[in-house]
């Protein structure tokens, strides 16, 4: 059944995508409104306009990523870049004190604003911006090159900035940006928690051999991608570093190497 759903999402055209999954949840969020069943800090499925998994698992999952590996602390300022609909501000909510702070962008406006209505009321140190970044999948329409676009935040501002799932929406040149902008606005002592999927031997022949979870099959080079016509729709990067997996949790001084999805010990 799965296999169906995602051949089915694989083939609709990306700027379709947000309605097409309102459309499919329609009934469950409206069931699930009328019950009164809807945590106010869980979005209802049909606004969570990406990936698969439950929304509150994964973020738990992360979520102790950042702190048992990442060793984020209450009071620390923390940048989420492609923040989506709040899946990792959530958790945070709960760990974050009122000296630490959240600061999330996205360049999907529709996610933003759910969580300026949703989670900014409730949390005020917790604030979302719209990076009007083009972006073919989630925002045709902006204005800005991510290649070229500057964080709007000031030098060392953060102790901790994350990207979860972010990195393998974005080509080559977008990533060296913004690992660039990373470097600018943390402070002294600030770490970065990044998830990608690695392209290495072990990953080639999971792919060459149609037991990978994304076919990747378009090679550019430098990167890979399974839609010609969007490749940041999904794109592994070249292994640089040294270790092996599909997709990694990478921090600017060291690297924790997990193994990818679909996969014994996969992260989501
Ligand atoms: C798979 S979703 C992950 C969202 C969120 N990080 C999470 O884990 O719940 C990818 C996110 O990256 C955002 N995105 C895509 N290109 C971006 C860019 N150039 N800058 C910032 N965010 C971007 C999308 O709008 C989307 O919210």
């Given at each position: 059944m799965s296999r169906i759903k995602s051949y089915i999402a694989q083939r609709i055209p990306p700027g379709v995508k947000p309605t097409a999954r309102r459309i499919y949840h329609l009934p469950a969020d409206v069931l699930n409104s009328l019950l009164g069943r809807?945590?106010?800090l869980t979005p209802p499925k049909g606004k969570v306009f990406f990936g698969g998994g439950d929304f509150n698992r994964v973020g738990e999952e992360y979520f102790r990523y950042f702190v048992e590996l990442g060793g984020l602390k209450p009071d620390e300022r923390v940048l989420d870049v492609g923040?989506?609909?709040?899946r990792m501000a959530v958790p945070l909510t709960r760990y974050l004190s009122d000296r630490g702070s959240y600061e999330g962008i996205d360049v999907f406006p529709k996610g933003i604003a759910w969580c300026q209505e949703n989670i900014t009321p409730r949390y005020p140190n917790f604030r979302f911006r719209v990076a009007d970044i083009k972006n073919k999948?989630?925002?045709?329409?902006?204005?800005?090159a991510a290649s070229e676009y500057e964080f709007p935040y000031e030098d060392a501002s953060f102790d901790f900035v994350l990207l979860t799932s972010v990195f393998t929406h974005l080509l080559p040149d977008e990533v060296e940006n913004y690992l660039s902008e990373i470097r600018r606005v943390l402070a002294p002592g600030g770490r970065c928690f990044a998830s990608f999927f690695l392209l290495n031997e072990d990953s080639l022949d999971s792919i060459r051999s149609g037991k990978?979870?994304?076919?990747?099959?378009?090679?550019f080079g430098r990167y890979r991608t399974k839609d010609r016509e969007t490749p940041e729709a999904a794109t592994p990067t070249r292994r640089t570093t040294s270790g092996a997996s599909t997709r990694s949790a990478a921090w600017a001084s060291s690297s924790q190497y997990a193994m990818g999805p679909g996969r014994a010990g996969g992260i989501s």
């Open positions: 809807r945590d106010p923040c989506g609909i709040g999948e989630y925002n045709p329409g902006g204005r800005f990978s979870t994304i076919d990747f099959r378009h090679d």
